[in-house]
């Protein structure tokens, strides 16, 4: 399992968006400028390798820059021709990516005594943050 993976990007303007082609992927993304165009492409480099490690497919090594734009000739068309655009290179830390986006929060029903809910209810104590905290504990977590 790769956790830091870097590739060769080409970003280039087209009208008034700034498109990031990652060849060894082959995925494009869109950002208002350079910089949210090279953000983007990090999201989508994180984003696609998740995807291959969950999948059990093998994620692709960087080629070389002229490798990348070689592969940019041939997917060349008259709309996205990248191959004139600037070459850069994007590295994404997968570990980190992937406990970001898996560290949302999840919906859970929990079955309690009435009791037990009317004398927690009456303290004011919140549910979701005390299950939170017993589940870490159990669990070993922070």
């Known amino acids: 399992m790769k956790n830091r993976v870097i590739y060769p990007t080409l970003v280039k303007q087209y009208d008034d968006v700034y498109l990031a082609y990652i060849p060894d992927l082959d995925v494009i993304t869109e950002g208002r400028d350079e910089f949210d165009a090279i953000s983007m492409a990090r ?3 994180s984003l696609s390798v998740m995807s291959l490690q969950d999948d059990n497919q093998p994620v692709p090594s960087p080629s070389s820059a002229q490798a990348a734009i070689a592969h ?3 997917r060349a068309d008259e709309e996205t021709d990248f191959t004139d655009g600037m070459l850069t290179y994007v590295d994404a830390d997968i570990a980190a ?3 970001k986006c898996r560290n949302h929060a999840v919906k859970k029903n929990c079955t309690i005594p009435a ?4 004398e927690a209810t009456a303290l004011g ?3 979701s943050q005390i299950l939170q905290e017993a ?6 977590a922070k």
């Open 72 to 74: 940019a000739e041939k």
């Open 97 to 99: 990516y992937s406990l």
């Open 43 to 45: 999201d989508a480099i």
């Open 115 to 118: 009791w037990m809910n009317e």
């Open 125 to 127: 104590l919140n549910f």
């Open 135 to 140: 589940l870490a504990q159990k669990l070993g």
